[in-house]
């Protein structure tokens, strides 16, 4: 060391002793200044090999070009610069347009096929179910028939059409067994209305026959009163083609007999009209009236005004005439009667033979035999629906019958294109064309399908008929996207379009809803019968098909809604900016506006998330396990989810003493009237401003204080174990009347709770603030049932809870229905009106009944395991691979050849060699530019790495 030192002193003497040297030199050569004596001075120039004793004097002329080379370097540099940078903004451009056409592009895999019903016995049906009465096939090119009607009474034609609520009828399927059968019957202030729907099929033919019938209603009974008192009814039935195809009236004596067409899917048809009355109505009101229009529309919406512009009232109201052929190229006819009760109308379609054009159904029906066939129709129906559900109870059995009579009357098909969110594009853009064929929750107030919905309605239709439900969870899995994504609403169609609030249209591709069709899947894993070995080959040979899309979804989960901390989730979609709104809605829960962390972040954690992918992965497992796959992967996420330890440490409150959401929460915000910012002119009140959130004490991370629904996911999907302790803690509190038990149901949200009851927004009334919901209900008896069967100490108190219950919801329900003619998803505390008819419910007096392989978990010492793979890894992984391909390889090669070779050699006249270090290093920039913008625009969208979640073993 001592050594080192010397050497270093002697090392700094030089140096010393050099500078007067330096600075001598520099003096000499006139280019140091009395500030800087100790600068070296300019190295000479040498020229031919001879020194210069004294440095050349550069010429003006000389200076001049040396001072335009450097700006001219500087503008080669630029130019080359703006290159690479194109380069790079078009490489980011490329790899936007791969990402939205991921997100429009269809699953990978194959399409899991229809049953080969789809052709024959679930072709026709009555698949308008946002119409009173309307039929149409499972074809993108379909004709489509509607009822409309209306009374002749004052000149104004108040038209019935769409199921609508302000038309306060009492209507609905009484029988209907969703393949070739309805039965309807409809109540309005002027007539009683029955419709009949029936299908004749075979392999070799599809012919069906529909019925409408008016009865006088019991209100306004036949009497002695003077004739034009008695109810004269307009009649419109109609039948469109809004794709490929042709139809033309048949006409005979001025009067539209039938209609014959042909589609390319259908085929040549022909459709033939049959009236009869049982009244002489030659006296009465002008008798009965007939025309017809054969004309073209061009909007769904002004279906309504092409007829009106197409007729005009007859004299004294007596009839409305419509204005015949009015288009040699139609593609809308309409019949027109005016008739009296006690007529019926049969609309019989006929398919005809391809090579002849005869007729290939099953032969002509009189109307004494379709009154026949109805009637033994009805007969089965009732029959098997007893064997089915065995309810004992008679008026029940009626009150259920009609129940699930219309939950499967109200299966609609849809075609169309989703409008879609894209981060990648500034407008919503199409998806591609698909069908749905689905059980809308509602034919009045919701006549489209939804996800979350779909997987209630499914738990009743599979004890009914599987095969129906393989149809339709098919038609919903089959919509899925290249990332594993479905959405939540399908809004499929010019008609479900309509119908929809613009704001709600548009669906975003990072949004959720509840995997509620994995409960069908496990129903139908249950319920697979030994006795009907073909049922389980089908249905097996489904899920084979099913596995790999069920597979990316539950990977769409895994990576689009963790949470911060592994093994927590999030739903994606609230509203952290909002303060017009007391706890902003979280509608992708299904949940809306049940109260959550009264302000959003990434720190959330949502506890019915969290149960539902626990549930997932064990439903995933059991699939695999029939289907051949490794489950290996699911059962390991099922452990590790289902492990209470985690469940308590990510949601337990122990200051509350329930399983409770997490996040930055206030307790104390309220709606209140916002404050002008000046004083207001006299006499002007702030009524006008709107109401704003605002809050006493500031938001910090805690677990959220509202004891309901979310609360009592753990027990729902049976996450928490019948042992626990916390198990008995929910059942005291779901039993207690001061908190969720009231004699309808189990309450949304307790009733100490400070937003239970409380608007959202000033317009937005409360939704799951309280109001007992049927399906989380039927889930909290499911849940009962099966803690009433396990063993532990609870298992008693659970069986006693489970009878009350379901005594409560059936009683109040039936009596309900009794007094509206519907049922409801939910009802308000007591028996108040609830809000919109729905058939959303597996009602319990309908009895509860019980390509892409998934790759392995593997364990690491230190910490986690992937859960399942990525969805169409295929497609996906090679789209990414051509993207980065082309970032890395195709930006530098071409900024190499056209950058280096032509702009920064030839163009700008840099040497090789300096040309060749500016390229690569624009190349590194470019390209890590890029990158940062693409995670720039991850982290503004939040976008989440796909979670690692520790196994068991760890």
């Known amino acids: ?254 009067e539209l007999v039938g209609i014959e067409g042909s589609t390319p899917s259908l085929g040549n048809f022909k459709i033939h009209f049959k009236r009869h009355s049982e009244t002489d109505v030659s006296s009465l009101f002008g008798g009965e009236t007939s025309s017809f229009v054969a004309t073209t529309f061009t909007k769904w919406t002004e279906l309504k005004e092409t007829i009106l512009s197409s007729g005009a009232m007859l004299e004294n109201n007596i009839g409305f005439k419509l204005g015949g052929i009015v288009s040699q190229t139609p593609n809308f006819i309409v019949l027109e009667l005016g008739v009296f009760p006690k007529f019926t109308l049969d609309i019989v379609y006929e398919p005809l033979k391809p090579e002849s054009g005869q007729s290939n159904s099953l032969g002509p029906i009189s109307s004494s035999s379709l009154t026949e066939l109805i009637l033994n129709k009805r007969r089965q129906f009732n029959e098997r629906f007893r064997e089915v559900f065995r309810v004992r109870n008679e008026e029940h059995r009626e009150f259920a019958q009609a129940v699930f009579s219309n939950l499967i009357g109200g299966i609609g098909y849809f075609y169309g294109e989703s409008l879609v969110a894209s981060k990648w594009s500034s407008t919503p853009v199409k998806s591609w064309k698909a069908g749905l064929y689905t059980a809308v929750p509602s034919r009045s107030f919701f006549p489209r399908g939804f996800l979350w919905d779909e997987g209630f309605h499914q738990l009743a239709i599979s004890k009914w008929d599987v095969g129906l439900t393989r149809e339709i969870m098919t038609s919903w899995l089959n919509l899925m996207n290249s990332k594993g994504w479905i959405a939540r609403e399908q809004i499929l169609g010019e008609e479900a379009r309509s119908r929809v609030p613009e704001e709600f249209v548009v669906q975003n591709p990072e949004y959720a809803n509840p995997p509620s069709l994995l409960l069908t899947v496990e129903a139908m894993l249950d319920s697979l019968d030994p006795d009907h070995p073909d049922e389980i080959d089908k249905t097996l040979k489904f899920f084979e098909f099913a596995f790999p899309r069920l597979q990316a979804w539950y990977n769409w989960f895994n990576t689009t809604q963790t949470g911060s901390r592994p093994g927590s989730y999030r739903w994606r979609g609230r509203n952290e900016t909002t303060d017009r709104e007391l706890n902003p809605k979280t509608l992708t829960s299904g949940l809306d506006d049940y109260p959550r962390a009264s302000h959003p972040s990434n720190d959330e954690r949502h506890v019915d998330l969290y149960c539902w992918m626990a549930y997932a992965s064990g439903v995933l497992a059991r699939v695999a396990e029939e289907v051949g796959e490794n489950p290996t992967a699911y059962r390991n996420a099922e452990l590790y989810l289902k492990d209470n330890a985690l469940l308590d440490e990510l949601h337990w409150s122990e200051k509350y003493g329930i399983y409770a959401d997490y996040g930055r929460h206030t307790d104390t915000a309220r709606l209140q009237r916002q404050q002008p910012s000046r004083p207001l002119p006299p006499g002007q009140s702030v009524s006008h401003l709107p109401m704003v959130r605002v809050f006493d004490t500031e938001p910090r991370l805690t677990h959220v204080d509202a004891f309901g629904y979310v609360s009592l996911f753990p027990l729902m999907l049976r996450i928490v174990e019948p042992s626990s302790p916390k198990l008995s803690l929910i059942l005291d509190g779901l039993r207690d009347p001061k908190r969720l038990w009231t004699d309808y149901g189990v309450r949304s949200l307790s009733l100490d709770n400070p937003i239970h009851a409380a608007r959202n927004t000033e317009h937005d009334p409360p939704y799951w603030r309280g109001a007992v919901w049927i399906n989380m209900n039927y889930l909290i008896l499911k849940a009962l049932t099966f803690y009433g069967r396990a063993p532990g100490p609870y298992q008693d108190k659970s069986i006693k809870i489970a009878q009350e219950l379901k005594h409560n919801l059936v009683t109040n329900m039936y009596r309900q229905w009794r007094k509206t003619g519907h049922v409801f998803e939910q009802y308000v505390d007591g028996e108040g009106p609830p809000p919109s008819p729905t058939m959303t419910i597996p009602s319990e007096s309908v009895r509860e009944r019980k390509g892409i392989r998934a790759e392995d978990v593997t364990k690491s010492d230190t910490t986690a395991a992937t859960i399942g793979v990525t969805a169409s890894p295929y497609v996906t992984g090679a789209k990414t691979l051509i993207f980065y391909t082309f970032l890395l390889i195709a930006v530098p090669v071409i900024a190499y050849y056209v950058g280096k070779g032509y702009v920064l050699e030839d163009l700008l006249g840099y040497s090789k060699q300096q040309s060749f270090i500016y390229w690569a290093i624009l190349s590194v920039i470019g390209i890590h530019g890029v990158l940062g913008l693409m995670i720039v625009k991850a982290f503004r969208e939040e976008v989440v790495i796909p979670a690692r979640v520790p196994t068991k073993q760890d």
């Open 1 to 254: 060391m001592a050594k080192a030192k010397q050497q270093r002193g002697q090392g700094n003497q030089k140096e010393n002793a050099a500078k007067p040297e330096r600075a001598l030199t520099a003096l000499v050569n006139g280019s140091a200044t009395s500030n800087d004596a100790h600068l070296e001075a300019p190295k000479r120039r040498w020229d031919n090999g001879k020194s210069a004793s004294a440095p050349r004097k550069e010429s003006p002329h000389a200076l001049k070009k040396l001072s335009k080379k450097k700006s001219s370097s500087a503008f080669r540099a630029s130019i080359a610069a703006v290159c690479v940078g194109i380069l790079s903004v078009g490489a980011y451009y490329l790899f936007a347009h791969l990402e939205e056409q991921k997100i429009l592009s269809p699953f990978a895999g194959p399409l899991i096929p229809y049953d080969r019903s789809y052709k024959n016995s679930l072709l026709w049906g009555t698949y308008r179910s946002g119409l009173y009465f309307g039929v149409r096939s499972r074809t993108p090119d379909s004709l489509e028939m509607g009822l409309m009607w209306f009374p002749y009474s004052g000149g104004k034609l108040n038209i019935r059409h769409l199921c609508d609520q302000n038309d306060r009828l009492r209507y609905g399927w009484l029988d209907h067994d969703g393949r070739s059968f309805g039965y309807q019957e409809i109540l309005d202030d002027f007539a009683n209305i029955s419709t009949s729907f029936v299908k004749r099929f075979s392999e070799q033919t599809n012919d069906w026959v529909a019925r409408i019938s008016l009865q006088q209603n019991m209100q306004h009974r036949w009497s002695s009163k003077p004739a034009d008192f008695r109810s004269k009814m307009g009649i419109f039935v109609y039948f469109k083609l809004e794709d490929a195809g042709k139809i033309s009236p048949m006409v005979s004596s001025d």
